[in-house]
């Protein structure tokens, strides 16, 4: 009943601002500017969202899995249906190991052994939730208010000594198996890639949801696109986390509506934020820990474009595995999509 | 050598644990006579088998199979109709996981190196962040190998000569894991040891044959064909609960089962524990002789050190021994191979 309410209102908010957005379509660019296009979602929305949206106690009071819950049997099976030619791709950047100035902390790769009969090599990853891997955030990552998701208490299932007792990426051990569509934006708006600022709204994934014919549903994951590596590989990398283009926080109600498993994307927000908004990343910690949406950050979505543009086929089935690591926030993944 | 080394290092803390350990050593005393009285003696065909295998060196080898610039050996045969048959055996959609939990302390098969290292950064009021490291080609953490891994005679599988390919700074040039990035999709064949004897788990030590492989394919209906993981089971993660953990002696796979992968041509072979039966009198100076004829000779990959507890349980239950596999490394050039966490679907 209480879920049933949420929608309602949710919908309601999405005419408010698709009404609102068709103005200013246009003008996008002028984000980046700090005098925003469109109107901010302010501290005393996003406050209310955190009691209306929220999913905590919806799997119980001991879940720790959030929308994965809505991967079932079936929906693995309506995943695996969707494999059509037995062509896989990498989702996956490849591991940063050189500093550069959108890698401040890169990949620790070191060669152990070398002889005549074999080789060894170690792997270390210092800053697994930064730019330079393609990661999945567990529920350990991002805190609210002293809270995990599903309202565990941080202070006494989380120490320095031995990291996350709930809500680990151990939860995630046995894999997610499910549908994967993408939202490719620069193929929507006709450009290579989006300008660092750029705010997407819902109604751009609904625009992209007309023209591709597609639509993410409950349990599946959505992919956002907005041309971060082909803008690197165009010109050069640059501060990733001070210009770069993501979701609008007016997008969380329709995130809630949409009921998705798995949120992945190139960058975790979008930036410069103009003056007055929410502070960075307040969407990202909102799908994690309120709606319990598990996320891939920092992938890397250029060859998944092409093989989906190849074939104008945007959904596919989708697998990612974390490394089973007892007791940690996040995991490198290589997510593998199957068309 | 790494190899070699790595385990000196074992028995050297297998000798420890052993004076420590009083009490595990009674337990076992009770089903692992064979664990108690220390190296098995060799199997009789040991003399024969080392023959054979000098010959096999020259007569298994797919170089050039596959072109002379190939690096994905026996991958080559996971084609997106083999992708597409795999695909169908996905009847039931249950997922498990064939990993352990990375080991985040020493034991009798986690050397220091093997430590799967996981350090909290900071904790503060938004959130908190790890920092890993791993050492990954041990006893415990669920990996796959490379060409990269093992040499012979200065060659990497296909004839890559070791000494143009491989440095400390760039790693391995030519057959690292990078060709793997797209990931592994195929069909997994179980090969259920334990059940196939009746027993819990097979001791450690014990060889398993092409008699045993050929026994299992019999009794369960399902073969192993080109392109495919063969997934080896003898319930080490039964008895490492059981009995605690230990490392040196190892029931793998045992020379004999050589001509039967190349007849097979499995893109991977994997196991629950290391792939090479252990200890091998008989074979001084010539380590890790299984490990040599997959990747220096056929070009068949490895996925090792797994954990198939929770997909034989299943397997078993839905009386299936034929699933779709996936697996994708961690995309670090040069990379002599990665921990993975390969899902069975069913």
Not at chain 1, 294 to 302: P, Q
Not at chain 2, 80 to 99: D, E, F, N, T, Y
Not at chain 2, 228 to 243: A, P, T
Request: include cysteine.
């Amino acid at each position: 009943m209480r879920t049933r309410t949420l929608v309602v209102s949710a919908s309601g908010l999405m005419l408010v601002v698709g009404a609102i957005s068709g103005a200013a379509a246009r003008s996008q660019g002028a984000g980046a500017e700090g005098v925003p296009s469109r109107p901010l979602v302010t501290q005393a929305e996003y406050e209310r969202w955190q009691t209306e949206l929220s999913n905590w106690g919806r799997w119980g009071k001991d879940d720790e899995l959030g929308t994965l819950n809505l991967i079932t049997p079936a929906k693995r099976k309506q995943a695996a249906a969707l494999v059509k030619e037995g062509v896989t791709v990498s989702l996956s950047s490849d591991a940063a190991t050189e500093r550069s100035v959108d890698v401040p902390c890169p990949v620790e790769w070191a060669m152990l052994t070398a002889s005549q009969s074999g080789a060894t090599d170690r792997i270390g990853y210092p800053c697994i939730h930064g730019a330079g891997t393609t990661h999945l955030d567990s529920f350990a990552h991002v805190f609210f208010g002293g809270k995990m998701w599903n309202g565990y208490p941080v202070s006494a299932l989380v120490t320095k000594e031995a990291g996350a007792a709930k809500n680990s990426i151990l939860t995630m051990k046995n894999g997610i198996v499910t549908r994967g569509v993408l939202y490719d934006i620069p193929k929507l708006k006709g450009v290579s890639y989006l300008d660092p600022g750029t705010r997407i709204f819902a109604g751009d994934l609904e625009a992209w949801e007309r023209k591709a014919g597609v639509k993410v549903t409950a349990g599946d994951a959505l992919l956002l696109r907005w041309g971060r590596w082909t803008r690197r590989a165009t010109l050069g990398p640059w501060p990733i986390n001070e210009a770069m283009a993501g979701l609008d926080n007016s997008v969380i109600p329709w995130l809630k509506k949409r009921d998705i498993a798995i949120l992945g994307w190139e960058t975790p927000d979008y930036a410069p934020h103009p003056a007055g908004d929410l502070p960075p990343s307040s969407l990202h910690n909102f799908v994690l820990t309120i709606l319990g949406v598990h996320l891939v950050d920092r992938a890397d979505f250029d060859a998944l474009s092409q093989a989906a543009a190849a074939r104008n086929r945007w959904e596919f089935m989708l697998t990612i595995a974390p490394l089973p690591i007892p007791h940690g926030t996040g995991s490198p993944v290589n997510p593998i999509a199957v068309f | 050598m790494g190899r070699h080394l790595k385990f000196a290092g074992l028995s050297i803390g297998l000798i420890l644990i052993g004076v420590v350990g009083g009490f595990e050593l009674r337990a076992q005393g009770q089903t692992g006579a064979a664990t108690r009285a220390g190296a098995p003696p060799a199997p009789a065909d040991t003399a024969a088998m080392r023959a054979n295998y000098e010959r096999w060196r020259t007569e298994f080898k797919t170089w050039g199979k596959w072109g002379p610039d190939d690096n994905k050996g026996t991958t080559n045969l996971i084609t997106p109709q083999k992708v597409m048959s795999a695909m169908r055996l996905v009847k039931s959609g249950i997922v498990v996981s064939l990993a352990h939990p990375e080991p985040q302390q020493p034991a009798a098969d986690v050397n220091a190196n093997g430590v799967f290292h996981r350090t909290t950064n900071g904790i503060t009021a938004g959130g908190t962040t790890d920092n890993y490291q791993v050492s990954y080609h041990g006893l415990t953490v669920a990996h796959m190998d490379t060409w990269c891994h093992f040499f012979v005679d200065g060659q990497m599988y296909n004839g890559t000569p070791v000494k143009d390919n491989i440095t400390p700074e760039t790693g391995c040039k030519k057959g690292s894991v990078m060709n793997w990035k797209d990931g592994i999709v195929t069909r997994a064949v179980l090969y259920d040891i334990a059940q196939l004897k009746g027993v819990d788990w097979i001791e450690p030590g014990v060889p398993i044959t092409r008699a045993d492989l050929e026994a299992w394919e019999k009794k369960s209906g399902v073969k192993a064909e080109p392109g495919d993981v063969v997934l080896l089971y003898i319930g080490r993660w039964k008895r490492r609960e059981k009995m605690g953990p230990w490392a040196g002696q190892v029931s793998g796979y045992y020379a004999d089962t050589i001509p039967w992968m190349h007849e097979r041509l499995p893109a991977f072979i994997g196991h629950d524990f290391n792939i090479d039966w252990n200890p091998r009198p008989g074979w001084e100076g010539m380590p890790n002789p299984i490990h040599v004829a997959v990747l220096n000779w056929m070009g068949i990959n490895i996925v090792e050190c797994l954990d198939l507890e929770q997909a034989v349980t299943t397997a078993r239950r839905l009386k299936r021994y034929e699933f779709l596999i996936t697996f994708a490394p961690l995309p670090v050039e040069g990379g002599t191979g990665s921990p993975v966490n390969p899902l069975a679907i069913f």
